[in-house]
C-alpha cells in the first residue's frame, strides 16, 4: 500500500504511540483488502462499547490510549451493557460491572467520541450527501450505510473503525469503489412478508454471499423490516450489502430463499415455543417504530415483562410526542444506551426463554447470553402477549 | 500466493478447522478454549499454536477478543488464513500477531499438527 510522507512517519512512530497504533492497524486492513492507499473519512462508528464483549483487558487498554488520543473526525458509538438511568433496578447485576462500564463509557467520552451509545446511528442523525465515506464498525449500521443510505464504509472491525477515528482515515477498499462487483442474486420468495422473514432472509444472505449480493423479489419493505433485513445479514457472515433488484442479472448466480430455506434458519434460531421474557429491539427501535407500537398496544396490556430498547435521542423525541405514554401503560419498560444483544439485564438465574421478532437479538441470546429463544413477528407478540 | 497482513517471525504447530472463527463467539478469551460446539476443533486450546482457518466472521468486536487472548498470555503465536478480513486482521496488528493469507490450493494443504516456521522477513515466508 502506498503512504504519504506523513502517514509514513506516523507509522514509524515520529507522531506518538497512538497513532503509530493506529497506522498500524490501517495498514494491515488495508492490506487485508488489497487497498492501493489511504482516504479521508468524515464519520467513524465504533464498535467495542459494552463490558460483557470487551473484558477487563478491552477497559484497560482503552483507558491507556485515552490518555493521549483524541477523535478526529465526528465519531458515535455502539451500546453499552445497560442503561444507567435504570441499573437500580437490576440487583444482580454487580459493582464491578458497572464500575468497568462506567471506565469504558469515560475513555470514549474522553477521547471525545459523541456519547450515543446506539448501534442505529442511522436512526439518530440526518445521513450525509450520497458516496460520503465513513468507517461504520457496527455491521448492521455497515450494511444499512452501504445499502440504503447510499454511503460507503467497509464492514470495519472494532479497531479498525477505531483507527479510522483517530486519524480520520480508511484504506481505499473494494466496498469504498463505485464498481463493486455483485456476483450473486437473491430470489425472494416468501409472499408478504413480515419483520422476522426479513430477518431470516438477511440471516441466509450473509451465510451464501460473499462482499455484496443482490435481492429480487422484493418491493419496498418498510423501515423495521429493512432493519431487521441489515441485522440478520450482519450477523452470520462477511456480506456488507445488498441491493434490491427488479430484474435479474442473468450471468449472476441465482439462489432462492423460499419456504424450505427459510424453515432452516427459523430451525438453527427458534428453540422453544413459549418465553418469559419479551424483547423488542436489536437494532434499538427507531421513532416510526415506537409510534407504530404504541398504536399497535392502545388498550393493551403486557402479560409478561416486556424490554424495550431504543437510542437515547430517539426516546426523548418518543417522549416529547407521546409515544412513550401508551407503551409504558400497556407494561413496556424503555430502555436506552444498551440493546437485547449481549446485555446483562437479561438475568438468566430467572430466564430461562426469551420471545423476540430479531434474528440478530436470537443469535446473540442464544450463543452468548445463553437463553433459549422463541422467535415471533411483532404482531404476533403483541396478539399472544398482551391483553 | 502468500500474503503479509502483520509482520513476524515465530514457530510452532498448527491447529487448523476449516469452520470461519467467531471469535467473539467461539473462543473463551480468559483461556483460549474454542467453547463452541460447531467447531471441529472444540475443547482444544489455540494458546501458542499457529492457527489456521479459513477467515473471521461476526461481530466486529471479535478484534477485542483477539486482543485479549494475547493480554491473557493464551493468543495464538501466528494466524494463517485462505481469505482476509477486518476483524482478524485489525486484532493481530494490534496485538502483534503474525497473520498471512494462503491461496486456497496452499491452505488446503496445511494439516493439523504440522511444524511450521515463519518468518515474513525471508523470502521464504513458510517453511
Same mark, same amino acid.
Given at each position: 500500500m502506498d503512504l504519504t510522507k506523513e502517514e509514513q512517519s506516523a507509522l514509524n512512530g515520529e507522531k506518538g504511540?497512538?497513532?503509530?497504533?493506529?497506522?498500524?492497524?490501517?495498514?494491515?486492513?488495508?492490506?487485508?483488502?488489497?487497498?492501493?492507499?489511504?482516504?479521508?473519512?468524515?464519520?467513524?462508528?465504533?464498535?467495542g462499547v459494552n463490558y460483557n464483549t470487551i473484558g477487563d483487558s478491552g477497559e484497560e487498554f482503552l483507558r491507556t490510549i485515552s490518555q493521549e488520543a483524541k477523535v478526529k473526525v465526528k465519531t458515535t458509538v455502539n451500546p453499552m451493557g445497560f442503561d444507567f438511568d435504570h441499573i437500580s433496578e437490576f440487583n444482580h447485576i454487580d459493582d464491578d460491572f458497572i464500575q468497568k462500564q462506567k471506565s469504558i463509557r469515560n475513555s470514549y467520552v474522553k477521547m471525545g467520541v459523541e456519547p450515543t451509545f446506539s448501534c442505529t446511528p442511522y436512526d439518530i442523525f440526518d445521513l450525509p450527501e450520497k458516496n460520503t465515506q465513513v468507517s461504520f464498525a457496527e455491521s448492521n449500521a455497515a450494511i444499512f450505510a452501504n445499502s440504503l443510505g447510499g454511503l460507503k464504509t467497509n464492514k470495519e472491525s472494532a479497531f479498525s473503525a477505531l483507527a479510522s477515528a483517530i486519524t480520520g482515515k480508511s484504506p481505499y477498499s473494494d466496498l469504498r469503489k463505485d464498481d463493486i462487483t455483485t456476483p450473486m442474486t437473491i430470489r425472494m420468495k416468501l409472499d408478504n412478508p413480515n419483520e422476522l422473514d426479513f430477518g431470516m432472509l438477511g440471516f441466509f444472505a450473509g451465510k451464501v454471499g460473499d462482499t455484496s449480493v443482490n435481492i429480487s423479489g422484493v418491493s419496498q419493505p418498510n423501515r423495521?423490516?429493512?432493519?431487521?433485513?441489515?441485522?440478520?445479514?450482519?450477523?452470520?457472515?462477511?456480506?456488507?450489502?445488498?441491493?434490491?433488484?427488479?430484474?435479474?442479472?442473468?450471468?449472476?448466480?441465482? #439462489?432462492?430463499?423460499?419456504?424450505?430455506?427459510?424453515?432452516?434458519?427459523?430451525?438453527?434460531?427458534?428453540?422453544?415455543?413459549?418465553?418469559?421474557?419479551?424483547?423488542?429491539?436489536?437494532?434499538?427501535?427507531?421513532?416510526?417504530?415506537? /409510534?407504530?407500537?404504541?398504536?399497535?398496544?392502545?388498550?393493551?396490556?403486557?402479560?409478561?415483562?416486556?424490554? #424495550?430498547?431504543?437510542?437515547? /435521542?430517539?426516546?426523548?423525541?418518543?417522549?416529547?410526542?407521546?409515544?412513550?405514554?401508551?407503551?409504558?401503560?400497556?407494561?413496556?419498560?424503555?430502555?436506552?444506551?444498551?440493546?437485547?444483544?449481549?446485555?446483562?439485564? #437479561?438475568?438468566?438465574?430467572?430466564?430461562?426463554?426469551?420471545?423476540?421478532? /430479531?434474528?440478530?437479538?436470537?443469535?446473540?441470546?442464544?450463543?452468548?447470553?445463553?437463553?433459549?429463544?422463541?422467535?415471533?413477528?411483532?404482531?404476533?407478540?403483541?396478539?399472544?402477549?398482551?391483553? | 500466493m502468500t500474503k503479509v497482513i502483520v509482520n513476524g517471525k515465530t514457530e510452532g504447530t498448527v491447529l487448523k478447522t476449516t469452520t470461519p472463527i467467531n471469535f467473539l463467539g467461539a473462543v473463551d478469551k480468559k483461556t483460549g478454549m474454542i467453547h463452541d460446539k460447531k467447531y471441529d476443533i472444540f475443547e482444544k486450546s489455540i494458546k501458542d499454536k499457529i492457527? $489456521?482457518?479459513?477467515?473471521?466472521?461476526? +461481530? +466486529? $468486536?471479535?478484534?477485542?477478543?483477539?486482543? +485479549?487472548?494475547k493480554a491473557n498470555n493464551v493468543a495464538p503465536i501466528a494466524m494463517i488464513c485462505h481469505k482476509p478480513d477486518l476483524t482478524v486482521a485489525s486484532g493481530c496488528a494490534l496485538a502483534n500477531i503474525p497473520m498471512i493469507i494462503l491461496s486456497k490450493k496452499e491452505f488446503d494443504s496445511m494439516e493439523n499438527g504440522k511444524e511450521l516456521q515463519i518468518d515474513t522477513g525471508s523470502e521464504k515466508i513458510l517453511t
Open positions: 504511540d497512538v497513532l503509530q497504533t493506529a497506522y498500524r492497524i490501517l495498514v494491515a486492513t488495508g492490506e487485508a483488502t488489497n487497498a492501493e492507499k489511504l482516504i479521508p473519512i468524515n464519520w467513524a462508528h465504533l464498535s423495521r423490516s429493512c432493519k431487521a433485513l441489515c441485522g440478520g445479514m450482519g450477523t452470520s457472515g462477511t456480506c456488507a450489502k445488498f441491493q434490491f433488484v427488479d430484474n435479474e442479472d442473468e450471468k449472476s448466480e441465482k #439462489i432462492d430463499f423460499g419456504k424450505e430455506e427459510m424453515n432452516e434458519v427459523y430451525d438453527e434460531l427458534n428453540t422453544a415455543e413459549k418465553g418469559d421474557l419479551i424483547t423488542l429491539g436489536s437494532p434499538q427501535l427507531g421513532l416510526e417504530e415506537l /409510534s407504530d407500537l404504541s398504536k399497535m398496544l392502545k388498550g393493551k396490556s403486557f402479560q409478561k415483562r416486556c424490554m #424495550i430498547f431504543c437510542s437515547r /435521542s430517539v426516546q426523548e423525541q418518543a417522549r416529547s410526542l407521546d409515544y412513550t405514554n401508551e407503551i409504558e401503560r400497556s407494561g413496556g419498560e424503555i430502555l436506552s444506551d444498551c440493546c437485547t444483544c449481549l446485555t446483562p439485564l #437479561i438475568d438468566t438465574n430467572e430466564t430461562d426463554v426469551v420471545t423476540t421478532n /430479531s434474528i440478530k437479538g436470537a443469535y446473540y441470546l442464544k450463543n452468548s447470553t445463553g437463553v433459549d429463544v422463541n422467535l415471533k413477528p411483532l404482531s404476533k407478540i403483541i396478539e399472544d402477549e398482551t391483553k | 492457527l $489456521v482457518f479459513p477467515h473471521g466472521i461476526g +461481530s +466486529s $468486536v471479535g478484534a477485542y477478543t483477539i486482543y +485479549s487472548l
